[in-house]
């Protein structure tokens, strides 16, 4: 089955300790992403990946890190997680060539910062 | 700059009624256009989308958007709600200066009472 996977569901943490949310995806895809949702806020994006080793921020990408050593995975890693970045997270996935694909998402971590 | 706008934060419709969820946008260049849902816990899962080609795009679960260039709208339809339709709405556009990036309005929360 197409799926994106995310790991943990669900994660409560103390401020600055460091925290990994891993993403998964066994579509081939390039182009790997990855948002926050915030009530009233819709989704915004952290960070995007084009493919192995290239990555950029994106709207919101204070506090973050990411890494896409492999095509599959690509994990996203607060250093000194802050009580704002508490939030629900999605990472997604499509392919990069040709216009108008739609991206797959994950099931979503729930993060809460105490 | 790209932006979505949901001008409710809540539609309420009757099971067996129709339903529309609003949905306008501003973007440069040509729009491409994707409706998601989010259902309680889950990820965000496509519906359709709006590339080029027939302005009434017919998406899942019996689904359907309009897209009106001179309103620059792209409202989510359905003839017949269902109580299951009840989720969490989103409309996204895709950035054509961001690559795969999307953009997404804040959410419309839909009821569907029996």
């Known amino acids: 089955e197409a799926q994106v996977t995310q790991n943990p569901r669900y994660l409560i943490t103390v401020t600055g300790k460091k925290l990994t949310v891993t993403c998964s995806q066994n579509?081939?895809?390039?182009?790997m992403s990855w948002y926050r949702q915030d009530p009233g806020l819709g989704l915004r994006q952290i960070y995007y990946?084009?493919?192995?080793?290239?990555?950029d921020k994106g709207d919101v990408p204070e506090g973050y890190k990411v890494s896409r050593k492999e095509k599959r995975n690509f994990p996203l890693i607060l250093e000194s997680p802050s009580p704002n970045q508490t939030s629900l997270y999605f990472c997604?996935?499509?392919?990069?060539?040709?216009?108008?694909?739609?991206?797959?998402f994950g099931p979503g971590t729930r993060l809460t910062v105490t | 700059a790209q932006s979505v706008a949901q001008p409710e934060d809540q539609v309420n419709v009757a099971e067996g009624n129709p339903l529309t969820v609003k949905c306008t946008y501003s973007?440069?260049?040509?729009?491409?256009l994707f409706w998601y849902v989010q259902y309680p816990n889950r990820g965000l899962q496509f519906l359709l989308k709006?590339?080029?080609?027939?302005?009434l795009v017919k998406g899942s679960y019996g689904f359907e958007a309009e897209f009106n260039k001179s309103q620059t709208s792209f409202h989510l339809k359905k003839p017949s709600a269902l109580v299951s339709d009840s989720a969490l709405y989103f409309c996204?556009?895709?950035?054509?200066?961001?690559?795969?990036?999307?953009?997404f309005g804040t959410g419309t929360r839909l009821l569907v009472s029996p």
């Open positions: 990946s084009m493919n192995v080793e290239v990555t």
């Open positions: 709006y590339i080029t080609g027939d302005n």
């Open positions: 997604a996935s499509s392919p990069l060539a040709g216009d108008g694909y739609e991206q797959y």
């Open positions: 996204a556009v895709r950035d054509p200066t961001g690559f795969q990036k999307l953009v």
């Open positions: 973007v440069s260049g040509n729009p491409y």
């Open positions: 579509m081939n895809h390039e182009y």
